[in-house]
Each structure stands twice: as C-alpha cells, then as structure tokens.
C-alpha cells in the first residue's frame, strides 16, 4: 500500500513537472508592444501607422507563423466581434515588425486602442497582449483651429548688458551687436466645468519654454528640434489635464532666439546666407479641452495675448544668454498677476509651409557634473574644472551685491602648461562669438540661475565677479542633449578600448541636438560627412529610428536647383553641405552628399523597415544621377571634398597630409551607393534603373582599378595609394578576387615599414581601417595602431588628456593650447569596430533588422574576451565570449523570430560544440543548417564553442 502510494506521488511529481516543461517551452510573451516605434505614442501623424512587437520564448528555433492585430476606438469595442476600426484577422505571416496598418482612415487628435496576439512556428498560440494606446495628432494645418502666431510687437530692453561683442577672426574691432529680444507671452483662461481631457499643442520658431500656474510644462529644453523653418517645423503635445484647475489658470510662454532667430554669427562668412535669421522668435499655442460633458472648447494664442520683456535681455545660440536679475517680472506665470504695464502680442505669418508632430526624443537635462578641481588662473580669476568635455551649460548659487556682473567663460581646453583656459573653437574666431553666460545680481540673498537658450561645449569654466572660491555648492556643470535611449553596450577585457569606447559615446551624445552635430560650440552644425561617419556606431549604441528620419527631412528641405558639372541644362534637386540651416557651404560634393543614401540604407540594415527608403527613393535617384554627371572620359566621377583630418593636416598650412586624393576617396563611396541604390531600385520595383545602377556599378570598378592601384616599388604588394583608399576598396569589394592578398599585404606594408606601425587615415580611412584589417587576418596589426602610445593614434589622443575625440590629429604637447574643436563624433566612426568585428555581430543584407545577423568575431590575440548587447526590432542579441588556451567560448542569445548565421572555418565547424554537445549530437535533437559552411541557429540561449587557431 505504502509502494503504491509512493508510485502515484511520484507519477504525479513527474507528469506535473513534464507539463511545467512543456508550458515554459511553449509560452510566448510580449515584452514589448510598439507603434511607430514608440510606446503607447501620443501624437502619431502617419495614415498608416507600423506595428511591431518584442516577444519572449522559452525553447529553440522559435518563430512567428501568423499574427492577428484589433484596432478600436474604445477599450470596450477591442475584442473580434466589434473592433470598429480594424480587425487583421489571422494573417499567416512571420512579420513581427513594421506591420502596416490596413483599416479605416484614422481621423485626428482621436484616440486608438490595440491588441496583438501570435501564433509561432510550433503551433503555440500566443494570449492576447495588454491593451495598448496610440493617439493622433494635429495632422493638419485646419486642426489648429484659430490659433495664430504671434510674435514680440515691441523691444523695451533697457538693460545696459543686452549688449555683445561681435569679432570674427577677420575683423579687426568688435561689432555692438544685441541680437533680437527673448519675448514673455502670457494669457488667462477661467475653466467653469470639470475637465476631462487637456492637451497642449505648440510649435516654436525659435526655442520655448511653457508655463502653466507658475509651472514649467514638461521637460524639454531648447525646444524644438531645429529645422530649416521655412519649409519645415515641429510642434511638441503636452497632456496638462492634471495641470489645469477648476477657475482661473494662467498660461506664459517665454521664446528665444535658437536658430531661427539667430542673427549675428556667421553674417560674414562667405559661404553662408547672409541673414541666418528666419525672423524674430514667434509661436502659436493651441489647448484643445475636453469636458465630463461631452462638450469641448480651444484655447490659443492670439492679439489678445499680453507681451513684455525681462531678464534674459540677450540670447545667442553660439555666444549664450545674459540675465539681468534687476528685470525679472514676478510671478507673471501665475493668475491674478499685474500685467496692466504689458503691451498687446502681435500677430504673424511667418514663411513656413509645413508643421509636423515632433516625433524625435526632445532635448533634457540629462546629467549634472560638480566642480573636479578648482583653481586660479594665470590673472588670478577662478577656474573650474568639470572632468569631461560636455554640451550644455553652467547652473549657478551665489550671493553677491546688488549690479554684480559674474562672468562665467566656458572652454574645452587649458593652455598646454595648465595655467589658464584656451579659448581655442570657444573664443569665436570663427562664428564671432565667445562663449559667455552673464549674470547680474539683484542683490537679495541668494540667486539661482541657469540659461534656457543657448548651450555650450566646454569642460572649463572661468567664473569671474565671485567673491568666495567656487565650490559643488555655487557651480554646477549640466549635460544638454536630446535624450535617446542607449540601447547596446561593449565591454572587452582590455580597458584602453572601453575607454576608446566611452569617449566614442560621450562624443556622440554631447553633438546631438535635434541633428547630428559637427561640434557643439563653433558651428553646431549638421555637415553631412560627418554624419554618415558615425551613424553605424550610433546605430549599435542607441536607438535612433526617429532621429535619422527626421535629419533625413532636413536634407529634403536642404536640396536646391543646382546644375550638372557635364550638362549644366540639366538641373537636379542637390543638398548642401550642411543640413538644416541657411549656414549652407558649397552644394555636397559625392563623399559628403552620399550621407543621403547612406543614412537610409544604415537605418534600414539596422531596423528592416523599408519606408525610410521608399520615401526618400526619388531624392536618391535624382542625387545620384547628379553624381554620375561629374564622370570623366577615365569614368570617374571629378569630385570630392577630402579624407578629413588626418594626422597633421591642416587646409592651409599642411594640405599635403591628406595622403588619399579627393577624388579616389570619394568615387570608392560612390561605388558602394551605387550598389546600394541598385537595391534601392529593386526594392521600388524599379527594374531599368537597377540594370542602370549594376552597370554604372560594374564601369566604376574597372575604372577605379585602372586609375588608382598601382605596385609598391621594391615590394611585391599593390594598393590605392594611400591607406584610406585601400581600405575603402577593401571594405567596399572594389579588389579584384586575384589581387586581394597583394594589397592587404600593400596596406600593411605602409602601416608597418612606412608609417612605423601607425594609421595616416582621415574620417574616411578610419571609419573602417581596424575593421578590414581584422576581417583580413591582421586583427593584432589593429590592434598595434589603435593603441600604440605615439602620435598618432587613438590611445595617443586618450593620453594627452581628452575626454572626447578633437576634430584635428595634431602633436598637442607641442602647441600653446589645442586648437580646433575638441570634440567632433566624424572620429566616433571608428568604434563600430568595437561591435562588427570585436563582438563579431552584424546585421545581413538579405534579410536587414537582424532578423538574420552574423556572428563572427574577429580579434586580436589581446582581448580574451568581449561582451556586448546589440538592440533589434526584435530584441536584443547578446553575445558574450571568451577566448583561453586555443578555444572560444561564446554565450549567444537569440532572439525570437531571428536566426544568427555563425561563420566558422571548416577545422572550427570539426571542433564546433553546442550546448556541450557535438554538433551531430546537437543536430539530432534540433533543427539546424549548416549553409556554405556557415551554422544557422534559431532562437535561442546557446553555448557554443569551438578551437580558434588563432588564439
């Protein structure tokens, strides 16, 4: 009796634990549900809206077979009976991400409800996700109802500091310039019912900040995103229902100049419009207010608005603001306040064709950094330092006598003996302005005060008209940015490299401000070069899905008529230099404009979703034909802007250190576009423009070769002439297959025997020079000159002291102070390294997104071990490896609906084990593929190893 009860306990014990086994394998769970990209969005402007979910499977080889989406327009309605907005039905389909809408037209300022569930490749049906949310914006212009600009009708600055000195390097005194005012807007509304909803529409031209009953609206700064503003601007949606209170509530706006006001600086520079300005700061504020009633009313702005000025009595995006304490207005944000003394707003119509939804991350306050060390100067004034170059601004306590003027004077560098700042890209020599925040006291206790109008790059500040020595207490630096989210991470075994990396990110982070940046304090501007040199790793680090489509719509609304170099009747649609802005430069010459196609064809590899590519399609085409009219009778393309930066270069006095010809740089580029726009053409169902693209293609490649590669002299190896274009034709597949060994062997042979052991490469060159020497078989040669101690290098520059890659590779110990920007994220592009060759992850062509990606370190004998997070529409890929004693260990997540393409040689395919097990035995229990030597694995947590006889 006593055995049998045993038997059934332990009959019972095992079938439970088979069924838990079989639920954990068989569960299927959202993480993540997305519209847009975005969690539960707020102000959705698509007609046709992208669905994607994040799911969790427990198991291997997992993948979607079918989905089924409900939209509704209520909670209530969202089940498949009555789903009154669209219901997919079962659609078998393994498409998890960037799902297009398919119901009824989405009407706006409505709100949506949806719910997903899935079927996967064993049978397994999902549960229906949480309810999620997704709201409608404005849409169009008709939706903002009454609501009108306006603008500051009157300047009444008396303040005698309102006042800068404008000196470009060329000028030979300063100019008296005070820029046009900061404007203060205030209005009242009385609310007599219970509110059900509120929300806020506004779009600035020029930087706002909103208030509502003595309260700031939100979290944004700098606010909004720049813009070429005659075509194109952004408004920004608050939800105030818990701000607005039953009675009286009092609105205020303040706006600065930003961009779009910004008249002083580069007035004089030869290659810019000459008037930067679009107009004086003006907005247009909507509140649209739902009651428990059903009824609704609008609130906006418009002539009855009252206006002054106050403190900040001068803002300049480059030279910074001035307040003056003694004019500050009370608690004008506030009901009930005086306003009698206020004039009337005016009225405009700005030049502007189109208002969008803002659908990048805004710019926050992202990090406070405190004083690291505290000294005097050479002059006796206070200097702080902050420990890390930074964007942003100074945030100040002091007590001082009524008047006192303090000065704070921001800097990137000390002179090269330590003893006072160095102006250097700070001083204004280049845009006219020097960086300066001005505060003056009103006398009463202790005052707080930090800018809203302008940032700055810097790590040092001079701080002067303090009376006490400055302390964590009186001076705080604060990390300005536009706020996206840091989705991957690398860690390695060597710790140059995770400092390489960290200065990479903070180079980037510190040069986003609504665009890619070139620096943050002399220009601030979105040059396209630099733009696609580091989007790849920007790529690996954050999540930038929004923001490059959006500097994609500043490179629309930058192109102009521009005539073809060969047949100048023709005209084409051809960006500038820069974008946005009226600061333009020439039209962008092939290695500069390329960043047109690259940034789509970078974001669609990396997110799989191709209507970044479909919309832009025509811009690319047109773009490229521009390029291909620059061809020669040798067939390529006559022009190129440069190789920038590489050691010891300088445009004017040194232009002979960009090694790599303009012209060859800039037509190995253009070779890889025309590939990528031969894909482009296929992808639009474009069939005589892709035969057009695969010949063109095939032409330059036979060209480029006769041109450009030639014998070594005294050797047996080839190459390009310079090491960035041998890198390039390496990284591109421009090397005939015969001739591959000689010019890795001739690029190596300049490395080594040439240049003593170093890169002479410029953005161009560097973005992929470790890269292709790792793939090569020369993994420890990159690692040799990425962190040799001597000039030049990477850890050469991590040596002398920076905390963010300079734009110039000069010898710094033997200049006064270092000269040029200081921080410039063209020279970030090389880290990717750090993630496609090191962590050995990369997304495929075939099929972009991840949803196959190919993991095959390549590394040098060094590192012995590296980790890293890649982000995925799909989740995110982990790979973990260690290398000891001849074998590689490699922890691998999968995640669901991906497959990872493990490349292996066939002696490491010999030694391949699985899970612990060998790959016959692992192949008996689990569907797998080996394909061209390579392992195709399904989702999936996987130990793999194998023997890597290069370790």
């Given at each position: 009796m006593i055995k049998q009860k045993i038997y059934v306990l332990l009959l019972f014990i095992f079938c439970f634990s088979c069924n838990e086994n079989i639920e954990q394998s068989n569960t299927l769970a959202f993480e993540k549900l997305l519209v847009n990209s975005k969690e539960n969005p707020l102000t959705i402007e698509s007609k046709q809206p992208l669905f994607s979910w994040i799911v969790n499977a427990e198991g291997y080889n997992k993948s979607q077979s079918a989905y089924h989406i409900l939209v509704a327009s209520s909670e209530d309605k969202l089940n498949e009976n009555d789903a009154d907005v669209w219901n997919s039905?079962?659609?078998?389909?393994?498409?998890?991400?960037?799902?297009?809408?398919?119901?009824?037209?989405?009407?706006?300022?409505?709100?949506?409800?949806?719910?997903?569930?899935?079927?996967?490749?064993?049978?397994?049906?999902?549960?229906?996700?949480?309810?999620?949310?997704?709201?409608?914006?404005?849409?169009?212009?008709?939706?903002?109802?009454?609501?009108?600009?306006?603008?500051?009708?009157?300047?009444?600055?008396?303040?005698?500091?309102?006042?800068?000195?404008?000196k470009t390097g060329r000028m030979k005194e300063p100019q008296t310039v005070d820029g046009f005012s900061a404007s203060y807007f205030r209005n009242e509304i009385n609310v007599t019912k219970t509110i059900k909803n509120a929300q806020a529409y506004i779009c600035g031209l020029g930087y706002y900040e909103l208030y509502l009953n003595g309260e700031k609206v939100g979290d944004h700064v700098l606010d909004p995103a720049p813009s070429n503003y005659?075509?194109?601007?952004?408004?920004?949606?608050?939800?105030?229902?818990?701000?607005?209170?039953?009675?009286?509530?009092?609105?205020?706006?303040i706006m600065g100049n930003g961009f779009y006001g910004q008249n002083i600086s580069w007035k004089r520079d030869p290659e810019s419009d000459k008037d930067l300005a679009y107009g004086p700061p003006t907005?247009?504020?909507?509140?649209?207010?739902?009651?428990?009633?059903?009824?609704?009313?609008?609130?906006?702005?418009?002539?009855t608005w009252k206006e002054a000025t106050g403190p900040i009595v001068f803002n300049n995006i480059y030279g910074g603001d001035t307040y003056d304490a003694n004019f500050e207005l009370g608690n004008w944000t506030s009901v009930d306040y005086d306003d009698i003394s206020w004039g009337n707003a005016k009225v405009t119509t700005p030049k502007l064709k189109k208002i969008s939804a803002n659908q990048i991350p805004p710019i926050k306050k992202l990090k406070v950094l405190e004083p690291q060390k505290v000294f005097k100067g050479a002059d006796g004034e206070w200097i702080v330092d902050f420990g890390q170059n930074i964007a942003g601004w100074v945030k100040i306590n002091v007590q001082e006598k009524k008047n006192q003027l303090i000065e704070i004077i921001t800097t990137e560098a000390l002179l090269t003996n330590g003893k006072d700042i160095f102006k250097g890209s700070t001083g204004g020599g280049a845009n006219g302005m020097t960086q300066v925040y001005k505060y003056i006291c009103k006398g009463e206790g202790i005052e707080s005060w930090e800018p809203k109008f302008s940032y700055h790059g810097f790590r040092y500040a001079k701080i002067l008209g303090v009376s006490r020595k400055p302390d964590a207490e009186m001076i705080k630096a604060v990390l300005v940015a536009t706020d996206i989210e840091e989705t991957g991470s690398f860690s390695s075994s060597d710790e140059l490299l995770n400092k390489m990396h960290s200065i990479s990110k903070w180079t980037i982070v510190d040069n986003l401000h609504g665009i890619p940046e070139d620096c943050p304090h002399r220009e601030k501007c979105g040059w396209l070069g630099d733009a696609h040199a580091f989007c790849e790793y920007a790529l690996y680090n954050y999540d930038m899905y929004d923001f490059y489509k959006k500097y994609m719509e500043d490179i629309?609304?930058?192109?102009?008529?521009?005539?073809?170099?060969?047949?100048?009747?023709?005209?084409?649609?051809?960006?500038?230099?820069?974008?946005?802005?009226?600061?333009?430069?020439?039209?962008?010459?092939?290695?500069?404009?390329?960043?047109?196609?690259?940034?789509?064809?970078?974001n669609y590899l990396q997110y799989g979703d191709d209507e970044i590519v479909k919309e832009y399609y025509e811009d690319m085409k047109n773009l490229t034909d521009?390029?291909?009219?620059?061809?020669?009778?040798?067939?390529?393309?006559?022009?190129?802007?440069?190789?920038?930066?590489?050691?010891?270069?300088?445009?004017?006095?040194?232009?002979?250190?960009?090694?790599?010809?303009?012209?060859?740089?800039?037509?190995?580029?253009?070779?890889?576009?025309?590939?990528?726009?031969?894909?482009?053409?296929?992808m639009n169902d474009d069939a005589v423009y892709e035969a057009q693209m695969k010949q063109e293609k095939e032409d330059l490649k036979k060209a480029f070769n006769n041109e450009?590669?030639?014998?070594?002299?005294?050797?047996?190896?080839?190459?390009?002439?310079?090491?960035?274009?041998?890198?390039?034709?390496?990284?591109?597949?421009?090397?005939?297959?015969?001739?591959?060994?000689?010019?890795?062997?001739?690029?190596?042979?300049?490395?080594?025997?040439?240049?003593?052991?170093?890169?002479?490469?410029?953005?161009?060159?560097?973005?992929?020079?470790?890269?292709?020497?790792?793939?090569?078989?020369?993994?420890d040669l990159a690692y040799q000159i990425l962190t040799t101690p001597e000039f030049p290098s990477q850890t050469y520059v991590m040596n002398s002291g920076f905390t963010t890659w300079p734009e110039r590779q000069f010898e710094w110990e033997k200049m006064e102070g270092p000269t040029n920007s200081l921080n410039h994220p063209?020279?970030?592009?090389?880290?990717?390294?750090?993630?496609?060759?090191?962590?050995?992850?990369?997304?495929?062509?075939?099929?972009?997104?991840?949803?196959?990606?190919?993991?095959?370190?390549?590394?040098?004998?060094?590192?012995?071990?590296?980790?890293?997070?890649?982000?995925?529409?799909?989740?995110?890929?982990?790979?973990?490896?260690?290398?000891?004693?001849?074998?590689?260990?490699?922890?691998?997540?999968?995640?669901?609906?991906?497959?990872?393409?493990?490349v292996v040689t066939s002696s490491e395919l010999e030694s391949l084990k699985i899970n612990g097990k060998s790959l016959e035995d692992f192949k008996k229990q689990n569907t797998l593929d080996i394909i061209d030597g390579a392992v195709i694995l399904g989702s999936g947590k996987y130990r793999i190893e194998y023997s890597k006889a290069s370790i």
């Amino acid at each position: 009796m006593i055995k049998q009860k045993i038997y059934v306990l332990l009959l019972f014990i095992f079938c439970f634990s088979c069924n838990e086994n079989i639920e954990q394998s068989n569960t299927l769970a959202f993480e993540k549900l997305l519209v847009n990209s975005k969690e539960n969005p707020l102000t959705i402007e698509s007609k046709q809206p992208l669905f994607s979910w994040i799911v969790n499977a427990e198991g291997y080889n997992k993948s979607q077979s079918a989905y089924h989406i409900l939209v509704a327009s209520s909670e209530d309605k969202l089940n498949e009976n009555d789903a009154d907005v669209w219901n997919s039905k079962k659609v078998e389909s393994d498409k998890s991400t960037f799902v297009n809408y398919q119901g009824k037209p989405l009407q706006a300022l409505q709100a949506y409800f949806w719910k997903v569930k899935i079927s996967d490749n064993q049978g397994t049906v999902s549960d229906w996700s949480e309810i999620q949310k997704f709201e409608m914006g404005l849409m169009n212009e008709t939706n903002w109802g009454d609501s009108k600009w306006i603008t500051l009708n009157k300047d009444t600055r008396t303040s005698e500091h309102r006042f800068r000195g404008y000196k470009t390097g060329r000028m030979k005194e300063p100019q008296t310039v005070d820029g046009f005012s900061a404007s203060y807007f205030r209005n009242e509304i009385n609310v007599t019912k219970t509110i059900k909803n509120a929300q806020a529409y506004i779009c600035g031209l020029g930087y706002y900040e909103l208030y509502l009953n003595g309260e700031k609206v939100g979290d944004h700064v700098l606010d909004p995103a720049p813009s070429n503003y005659d075509k194109q601007a952004y408004y920004v949606n608050y939800d105030i229902t818990d701000a607005l209170k039953s009675g009286k509530n009092a609105f205020g706006i303040i706006m600065g100049n930003g961009f779009y006001g910004q008249n002083i600086s580069w007035k004089r520079d030869p290659e810019s419009d000459k008037d930067l300005a679009y107009g004086p700061p003006t907005v247009k504020l909507l509140v649209k207010l739902k009651y428990d009633d059903g009824s609704e009313t609008d609130f906006y702005t418009d002539e009855t608005w009252k206006e002054a000025t106050g403190p900040i009595v001068f803002n300049n995006i480059y030279g910074g603001d001035t307040y003056d304490a003694n004019f500050e207005l009370g608690n004008w944000t506030s009901v009930d306040y005086d306003d009698i003394s206020w004039g009337n707003a005016k009225v405009t119509t700005p030049k502007l064709k189109k208002i969008s939804a803002n659908q990048i991350p805004p710019i926050k306050k992202l990090k406070v950094l405190e004083p690291q060390k505290v000294f005097k100067g050479a002059d006796g004034e206070w200097i702080v330092d902050f420990g890390q170059n930074i964007a942003g601004w100074v945030k100040i306590n002091v007590q001082e006598k009524k008047n006192q003027l303090i000065e704070i004077i921001t800097t990137e560098a000390l002179l090269t003996n330590g003893k006072d700042i160095f102006k250097g890209s700070t001083g204004g020599g280049a845009n006219g302005m020097t960086q300066v925040y001005k505060y003056i006291c009103k006398g009463e206790g202790i005052e707080s005060w930090e800018p809203k109008f302008s940032y700055h790059g810097f790590r040092y500040a001079k701080i002067l008209g303090v009376s006490r020595k400055p302390d964590a207490e009186m001076i705080k630096a604060v990390l300005v940015a536009t706020d996206i989210e840091e989705t991957g991470s690398f860690s390695s075994s060597d710790e140059l490299l995770n400092k390489m990396h960290s200065i990479s990110k903070w180079t980037i982070v510190d040069n986003l401000h609504g665009i890619p940046e070139d620096c943050p304090h002399r220009e601030k501007c979105g040059w396209l070069g630099d733009a696609h040199a580091f989007c790849e790793y920007a790529l690996y680090n954050y999540d930038m899905y929004d923001f490059y489509k959006k500097y994609m719509e500043d490179i629309r609304t930058q192109m102009r008529p521009t005539k073809g170099h060969n047949n100048p009747e023709i005209k084409f649609q051809v960006p500038t230099m820069i974008a946005p802005g009226k600061r333009t430069s020439t039209y962008a010459k092939i290695d500069w404009g390329v960043a047109t196609m690259y940034l789509p064809w970078y974001n669609y590899l990396q997110y799989g979703d191709d209507e970044i590519v479909k919309e832009y399609y025509e811009d690319m085409k047109n773009l490229t034909d521009f390029y291909l009219n620059f061809k020669g009778e040798n067939g390529i393309m006559q022009d190129g802007m440069g190789d920038w930066c590489p050691p010891l270069w300088d445009r004017r006095k040194n232009p002979s250190a960009m090694e790599c010809d303009p012209i060859i740089s800039a037509n190995a580029y253009f070779y890889d576009v025309l590939g990528i726009m031969e894909r482009f053409a296929k992808m639009n169902d474009d069939a005589v423009y892709e035969a057009q693209m695969k010949q063109e293609k095939e032409d330059l490649k036979k060209a480029f070769n006769n041109e450009f590669l030639v014998d070594i002299p005294n050797t047996n190896h080839q190459w390009y002439q310079s090491q960035t274009a041998t890198v390039q034709a390496l990284q591109f597949n421009m090397v005939p297959e015969d001739k591959i060994e000689s010019v890795v062997n001739g690029l190596a042979h300049d490395i080594v025997e040439v240049k003593g052991g170093h890169h002479s490469t410029g953005i161009h060159g560097n973005r992929y020079i470790y890269t292709v020497l790792s793939k090569y078989g020369k993994a420890d040669l990159a690692y040799q000159i990425l962190t040799t101690p001597e000039f030049p290098s990477q850890t050469y520059v991590m040596n002398s002291g920076f905390t963010t890659w300079p734009e110039r590779q000069f010898e710094w110990e033997k200049m006064e102070g270092p000269t040029n920007s200081l921080n410039h994220p063209m020279h970030s592009g090389f880290a990717a390294y750090f993630y496609e060759s090191l962590g050995g992850i990369k997304s495929s062509v075939s099929n972009p997104g991840y949803k196959m990606f190919v993991v095959n370190p390549e590394f040098p004998s060094e590192i012995t071990s590296t980790t890293i997070t890649v982000p995925t529409p799909y989740g995110a890929i982990k790979n973990d490896w260690k290398a000891s004693n001849g074998l590689l260990t490699m922890d691998l997540d999968v995640p669901f609906n991906t497959k990872a393409k493990l490349v292996v040689t066939s002696s490491e395919l010999e030694s391949l084990k699985i899970n612990g097990k060998s790959l016959e035995d692992f192949k008996k229990q689990n569907t797998l593929d080996i394909i061209d030597g390579a392992v195709i694995l399904g989702s999936g947590k996987y130990r793999i190893e194998y023997s890597k006889a290069s370790i």
